[in-house]
């Protein structure tokens, strides 16, 4: 019993001690890359809005640790009515509902096809970094509820979701949220520094050498 106890306080300790690197980490990225990030952001920003005038962040409710909901940034890519149009394109839905995507979605805007071929639209999350409410690495935030996952689906709840993910160098875009889930369940049992500066190390590579949107 002793020895158990042990073993279950080491492997707390080495998982505090795991979350605090991972924070460390965090922010001394995204601090040493905002003095360039942000003039990306206004480049794109006024490119956006040549194109499409209207609110250049696109903001919605997300999915994090524990089932907390927080508010997620990103470029908007869309047309400013994409939410409305979103439901009387469900018919084109290649994914299971829930899960939205169309391939050459009609919505999606000269520019904003650029920004997600480079994934420079995912940009303004570092400040969801920041703020706390996601890491550089995990599973993506889901726009739907927690109260929609099934038991199974909780298990990716157990870490805060990253921006980007095993799932996103993984070569597969056109998924299901379940064969999503499986490689984010994948990435929580393996998780370490190492595997999340590996992971960010992969996706460097795919942006430089985009296979696709994710």
């Known amino acids: 019993m002793l020895n158990t106890g042990k073993g279950d306080a080491e492997r707390l300790g080495l998982g505090r001690l795991y979350f605090i690197s991972k924070r460390i980490i965090d922010l001394g990225i995204c601090l040493t890359l905002m003095p360039f990030v942000l003039p990306v952001v206004a480049l794109c920003a006024i490119a956006l809005w040549v194109e499409n005038p209207g ?14 909901r927080f508010r997620m940034y990103k470029l908007r890519t869309m047309v400013t009515n994409a939410e409305e149009l979103k439901e009387q394109l469900r018919h ?23 920004l997600r071929k ?22 993506r935030p889901t726009s739907f509820s927690a109260n929609t996952y099934t038991l199974w689906h909780t298990e990716r709840l157990e870490v805060k979701p990253g921006i980007t993910g095993l799932w ?40 430089v050498k985009p296979r696709g949107a994710y």
């Open 55 to 68: 609110p250049i962040v696109f903001t919605q409710n997300r999915t994090g640790r524990g089932g907390y």
């Open 92 to 114: 084109l839905n290649e994914l299971t509902w829930p899960d939205f995507k169309i391939s050459n979605d009609p919505r999606v805007t000269r520019v904003g096809r650029i």
């Open 118 to 139: 480079t994934s420079l639209d995912e940009l303004p999350q570092i400040f969801n970094v920041i703020n706390g409410d996601m890491s550089l690495v995990g599973p």
């Open 168 to 207: 996103q160098v993984s070569g597969r875009s056109d998924v299901d949220f379940d064969d999503r889930l499986r490689l984010d369940i994948e990435y929580i049992r393996k998780r370490s520094v190492w595997f999340d500066l590996k992971l960010l190390y992969r996706t460097i590579a795919a942006v």
